[in-house]
C-alpha cells in the first residue's frame, strides 16, 4: 500500500471517462489499496482512481458510519429522493459548492474479490458515491453546481455557520 499523489482539478485524467476494469486481480486489489489509504491520509471521504492518474473505473468510500467501500466498476442503478449540500473535491482542496443529489443509492459494482455486490445507502454516504462514480465519468463537482455562487472557500463557509449560529 502506498500513498499516491491527489491530482490537481486542472488535469486532463479527471476529464477522461475511465476504463471498465475486464477482471478484478492483484493489481486492481493494490489500487484499491492504495486509493484507500491516500483518502484517509488526505484525509477524505472518498476518491477515484482517476484522481491519483488511473484511468480505470475503481473508486473507494468511506460511509457515514465508518464503514469502508472498495468497489470496481460501480454504477448507481437506482436514485431516489433529492438532497441539496456543500461538497469538496481532494482534487480541489478548500473549495466547496451547493450540489443537488440523490438522497438515496443502490449501487451496483465489484467488490475486491470480484463479486458483484449492491450498496444500498442514503444522506452523506449517497452524495459520496455518486461524487465519486462522477469523477469515473469525467465529471467534476464543479460541473452540478446548483449556482456557481454557491462556489466559495471552506473558510468563507465556516464563518457564515458561525455568524448563522450566534444570530440564533
Given amino acids: 500500500m502506498a500513498v499516491r499523489e491527489i491530482l490537481s482539478f486542472d488535469h486532463p485524467a ?3 471517462k475511465a476504463r471498465k476494469v475486464p477482471r478484478v486481480d ?3 486489489v493494490r489500487l484499491l489499496d492504495d486509493l484507500a489509504e491516500t483518502m484517509y491520509a488526505a484525509p477524505g471521504a472518498g476518491l477515484a482512481a482517476n484522481q ?3 484511468t ?3 473508486c473507494v468510500v468511506k460511509g457515514d458510519d465508518n464503514q469502508h467501500y472498495g468497489l470496481v466498476n460501480p454504477v448507481v442503478v ?3 429522493g433529492s438532497q441539496i449540500g456543500y461538497e469538496g473535491c481532494l482534487s480541489l482542496p478548500g473549495w466547496v459548492g451547493e450540489v443537488e443529489r440523490y438522497e438515496t443509492v443502490v449501487v451496483k ?3 475486491r474479490k470480484g463479486k458483484e455486490v449492491r450498496i444500498k445507502s442514503s444522506g452523506f454516504t449517497a452524495r459520496a458515491f455518486q461524487h465519486e462514480i462522477d469523477h469515473l465519468d469525467g ?6 453546481l446548483t449556482g456557481l455562487e454557491t462556489l466559495r472557500r471552506v473558510e468563507e463557509l465556516e464563518d457564515a455557520e458561525e455568524a448563522e449560529a450566534v444570530e440564533a
Avoid at 139 to 144: A, G, I, K, N
Fill in 56 to 58: 480505470l473505473r475503481v
Fill in 139 to 144: 465529471v467534476l463537482f464543479t460541473d452540478r
Fill in 14 to 16: 479527471l476529464r477522461q
Fill in 78 to 80: 437506482k436514485g431516489e
Fill in 52 to 54: 491519483i492518474g488511473v
Fill in 109 to 111: 459494482g465489484l467488490n
Fill in 26 to 28: 492483484t493489481s486492481i
